[in-house]
């Protein structure tokens, strides 16, 4: 496989999605509704409660915790340790959830699209080999979700240290936790979803089709993904690291699994189990 190849169909897939505005501009706002907006309020809004029914709660809800967890907690008062709960183990799958749904939505759209916008034929009969156009193709439906990572991320750090590192006594984001869910167990969950993903884009007959059988794969991704980032945030030693290592392995099996799978006849959508 010649990896000239594969950056050249990635290059040429990310060139054509950044020039699409209607695209980009609805994911921006999705990505700064969840990393920006909504943490930036939530926190705003508990750093200013005293002494309130939902405070004694978190407050409740921290007791019983693990110690492990409890422990991490930091705050002298109850207002502080309820936003360092929230900023912290909260609000941590969306991490996971935003990034993995900008990543579908490339996608899903990957290879069913070639074949709508009549380019498929031209692949088909490319020099590109298979392997060379599934691994270009994911590695173009990444790129968006790794970069919403990476910049959700620095700006939900910077929120979160302007509203409560203040009352923690200074920065104190990110924390251990999340360096590993972002770093070491999200890209491997983002694979994992695109290596089903793209399966489905080379079978189904339209983008609608393809839009709808991403959720399927990816909402259970979501579900489990949500309770390993709560996790991975409160356990991040040797938990998160055997999850992330488990997630990049099932995540390579699928990937050169896919690329085995994919046939110039679906480029060319008269494959007969399409």
Known sequence: MSWSHVMAMAGADLRRLFKSKDYWIPLMLMAGLFFVIIPFFSLSMIGSLENTQFVDQVTQIVGQLPDSVSRAVSGETATARASYVVAVFLLAPIAIIVPLTISAAVGSNAIVGERERGTGEFLAHSPLKTSEIYIGKLIASLVPGYLATFVGFSLYAVIVNLTVGPSLGGWFFPTKGWLVLILWVIPPFIAIALSLILRLSARVRSAAAAQQASSLVTL???????????????????????????????????????????QRDRLLGVASEV
């Open 220 to 262: 259970p991704i979501i579900i489990v993904s949500y309770a390993v980032a709560a996790g991975v945030v409160a356990s991040p030693d040797a938990s998160g690291l055997w999850v992330g290592a488990v997630a990049w392995v099932i995540a390579g099996l699928l990937i050169t699994r896919g690329a085995k799978t994919l």
